[in-house]
């Protein structure tokens, strides 16, 4: 881009939604002391180093990130259009994390933000919708009924949450880079049904999108000072798993779960069998080991 340096960063003002909070996050953790001038007036947001979700002009050259014009701002290969906070990612994600990480963030945020704020339903649900985060940032704005209602003081504290938020997301996202390799060599080197992890990696997605015949994971609670039993759960946002504990555990705790299992040290088993807690090592692979031949 033309400027290496964005000391001030024009919004639209009024209302906010993720998309443009995020957008902004983004350029916060790149440039912290970036300047947020927050106007629909051309005469301000023109004099800005840079104009996100305003202005009615993507050009990527000069600075401007909107998306609002008559023929969009573009499309990822997978169809879904980009937004404020995906066109900003898309251009300035490069910056903070590399591409495995920038990929992530696209898919479990930008994504999802972007369809909610162009009108795109992402997920199919016959009940309860989930609390979204596009729902989070819209319940930041100032209340209705407020006499005075500051949406530039409100919007400065939307931006301080999800910057925070994006960091844990990157921070999250980096991790699973890094245990994807590790978690692939132990269910390469694995001949059982189950895998143990001796630290707390996280192993969901590497586990579901490796062919393997596992069922479970077992790790260390460091917190609680036991071991975990899970189930596979048969895709990324299943409850269904590959193969859940005897129905006979559920629900089931300390000595009662012993005498059940025969097992010393069984602690507990979740009503819903995919999660089975042990004292020790010993007692959780015993535990593991019955429920597959159950």
């Known amino acids: 881009f033309a400027l290496l340096n964005m ?26 002391d970036m300047k947020i001038i927050r106007t629909r007036d051309p005469k301000k947001y023109n004099k800005a180093d840079a104009r996100v979700d305003v202005g009615m002009i993507y050009s990527p050259k000069n600075n401007n990130f909107d998306h609002h014009q008559k023929e969009g701002a573009g499309k990822r290969k997978n169809e879904i259009p980009y937004a404020s906070a995906g066109l900003i990612w898309k251009h300035f994600g490069k910056k903070i994390v590399k591409e495995e990480s920038f990929k992530i963030i696209d898919e479990k945020i930008m994504q999802y933000v972007d369809s909610d704020d162009i009108g795109i339903k992402t997920y199919e649900t016959k009940s309860v919708e989930p609390y979204a985060i596009d729902t989070i940032i819209e319940s930041l704005n100032p209340d209705r009924q407020a006499k005075k209602r500051n949406f530039d ?3 400065g504290k939307a931006v301080i949450f999800c910057t925070y938020l994006l960091k844990k997301e990157i921070t999250l996202a980096e991790e699973k880079v890094k245990a994807k390799a590790i978690i692939k060599n132990i269910i390469k080197k694995s001949k059982k049904e189950y895998i143990i992890l001796e630290k707390p990696y996280p192993w969901k997605e590497t586990v579901i999108n490796v062919k393997n015949n596992l069922k479970y994971v077992i790790n260390y609670n460091e917190t609680e000072k036991s071991w975990a039993a ?19 555990w559920g629900g089931i705790s300390s ?7 025969g097992v010393k040290g069984a602690k507990f088993c979740h009503s819903k069998l995919f999660i089975t807690i042990a004292k020790t090592k010993e ?8 429920a597959l031949k159950s």
Not at 230 to 248: G, L
Not at 255 to 261: A, G, R, W, Y
């Open 7 to 32: 000391k001030r960063v024009a919004t639209h003002n009024g209302k906010f939604h993720a998309d443009d909070v995020f957008a902004i996050s983004i350029l916060k953790i790149i440039y912290p």
């Open 153 to 155: 003081k409100e919007f």
């Open 230 to 248: 899970i189930a596979i759960p048969k895709s990324i946002n299943s409850f269904e798993v590959r193969k859940p504990f005897p129905k006979s």
């Open 255 to 261: 000595e009662k779960l012993e005498k059940i299992t």
């Open 283 to 290: 007692s959780i692979i015993k535990l593991v080991e019955i």
